[in-house]
T-cell receptor, first 114, second 112 residues
Framework: AQSVTQLDSHVSVSEGTPVLLRCNYS??????LFWYVQHPNKGLQLLLK??????LVKGINGFEAEFKKSETSFHLTKPSAHMSDAAEYFCVVSAHFGNEKLTFGTGTRLTIIP | SQTIHQWPATLVQPVGSPLSLECTVEGTSNPNLYWYRQAAGRGLQLLFYSVGIGQISSEVPQNLSASRPQDRQFILSSKKLLLSDSGFYLC???????????FGPGTRLLVL
């Protein structure tokens, strides 16, 4: 069984300040982890993914995430927020076991303050 | 490159009416296909997935059904819509055996 918990339903940061979106996972197997972003009334776009290679994963738009097995975490960060980063972010886990189903977190809404 | 299309983009339907949402993928063959529903303020719920033509797996009991008449076409249907069917419906595809899924633009359904 696998699950993912996004610790904050809503995060607000000022433009130009760092972003931290927190995610903890639970998986019986060595997981793959993803972050997706969804802008209002749009589909989901893949930001980055971890698949048991380097623990620090770089994604699009300056985002990165670090896989920490000891903490079962996969937090998403960005050094400097931009207004265009305002969106909903989803942390997602998938088991490396031929199971192609994804388990989604409930999402974190990121608001950028001008 | 691969692209995924959904239509319509927005739909308003009365309770009890039928539903047909369409999803097509271009630029790949034999993809896995998925239907998700996203209710307001909530995460994504997997409704159906398909690994091939005519092969549909249902994840949750409901009054919706899915069909895959062609390799790159996935249809979500209902004979009689309920108010609770309102939501944002997302189609996704992945390569067979791969975990990364790519999402379409979604269909906003409002049942009145």
């Amino acid at each position: 069984a696998q699950s993912v918990t996004q610790l904050d339903s809503h995060v607000s940061v000022s433009e130009g300040t760092p972003v931290l979106l927190r995610c903890n996972y639970s998986s019986s197997y060595s997981p793959s982890l993803f972050w997706y972003v969804q802008h209002p009334n749009k589909g989901l776009q893949l930001l980055l993914k971890y698949t048991s290679a380097a623990t620090l994963v770089k994604g699009i738009n300056g985002f990165e995430a670090e896989f920490k097995k000891s903490e079962t975490s996969f937090h998403l960060t960005k050094p400097s927020a931009h207004m265009s980063d305002a969106a909903e972010y989803f942390c997602v886990v998938s088991a490396h076991f031929g199971n192609e189903k994804l388990t989604f977190g409930t999402g974190t809404r990121l608001t950028i303050i001008p | 490159s691969q692209t995924i299309h959904q239509w319509p983009a927005t739909l308003v339907q009365p309770v009890g009416s039928p539903l047909s949402l369409e999803c097509t993928v271009e630029g790949t063959s034999n993809p896995n296909l998925y239907w998700y529903r996203q209710a307001a303020g909530r995460g994504l719920q997997l409704l159906f997935y398909s690994v091939g033509i005519g092969q549909i797996s249902s994840e949750v009991p409901q009054n919706l059904s899915a069909s895959r008449p062609q390799d790159r076409q996935f249809i979500l249907s209902s004979k009689k819509l309920l108010l609770s069917d309102s939501g944002f419906y997302l189609c996704a595809w992945s390569l067979a055996g791969a975990e990364t899924q790519y999402f379409g633009p979604g269909t906003r359904l409002l049942v009145l």
